[in-house]
């Protein structure tokens, strides 16, 4: 079982270009969830999916930030037009149903310059 | 709306001796609780849960936790730490039927020779 995993580690864009963030959930969960990681803010949750379809966005910011499930074995969190404040360790979680613990990956940290 | 303080952002203690990290929570009902480590350049793992029951929860490497109702509580107990138990600890909570979890600010753990 190699957990959660999340590609890349690290990114680096530059104000205005977009970023797209890659998580490959445990086999067979069905859950998958996306949280953002600042020193201000903590722990934030972002969005979740169950049996690829999108269950509750209301972590997402309302621009730029969309997020996709298209098969069971991967999932994508894409940013359009960067933004320092965008700058985060965007985290991914799997669960294997509904009621399940989450299972967490190492985070992709994003520095937009 | 649903929260969790956890009142101490760095707790200091020397190796050998016993730990508690506080958490408090906030909800209308009865919530999942959990307690997380993040440790350096790592993702979150999970060091053990409350769903009901025994409100006395183990976990792994020794943590155990103590849901109380009354006070609102879910603290995080260690009998004898050791060095490499330094690093962040979360306390989280899941209410109703939604499956976000929502964490603490954490509370970072140095454990000092």
């Known amino acids: 079982n190699a957990g959660v995993i999340q590609t890349p580690r690290h990114k680096v864009t530059g104000k205005g270009q977009e970023a797209t963030l890659w998580c490959e959930p445990i086999?067979?969960?069905?859950?998958v969830f996306w949280y953002r990681q600042t020193i201000v803010q903590g722990l934030e949750f972002l969005t979740y999916?169950?049996?690829?379809?999108?269950?509750?966005d209301s972590g997402m910011p309302k621009e730029r930030f969309s997020a996709q499930m298209p098969n069971q074995s991967h999932s994508t969190l894409k940013i359009q037009s960067t933004q320092p404040q965008d700058s985060a360790v965007y985290l991914c979680a799997s669960s294997a149903d509904y009621y399940a613990e989450q299972f967490f990956g190492p985070g992709t940290r994003l520095t937009v310059l | 709306a649903q929260s969790v303080t956890q009142p101490d952002a760095r707790v200091t203690v020397s190796e050998g001796a016993s730990l508690q990290l506080r958490c408090k929570y906030s909800?209308?009902?009865?919530?999942?609780l959990f307690w997380y480590v993040q440790y350096p350049r790592q993702g979150l793992q999970l060091l053990l849960k409350y769903y009901s029951g025994d409100p006395v929860v183990q976990g792994v490497n020794g943590f155990e936790a103590e849901f109380s109702k009354s006070n609102s509580s879910f603290h995080l107990r260690k009998a004898s730490v050791h060095w490499s138990d330094s690093a962040v600890y979360f306390c989280?909570?899941?209410?109703?039927?939604?499956?976000?979890?929502?964490f603490g600010l954490g509370t970072t753990l140095q454990v000092q020779p």
């Open positions: 086999s067979g969960h069905s859950a």
């Open positions: 909800s209308s009902v009865t919530p999942y």
């Open positions: 989280a909570l899941i209410t109703g039927n939604t499956r976000k979890l929502i």
């Open positions: 999916f169950r049996n690829q379809a999108p269950i509750d």
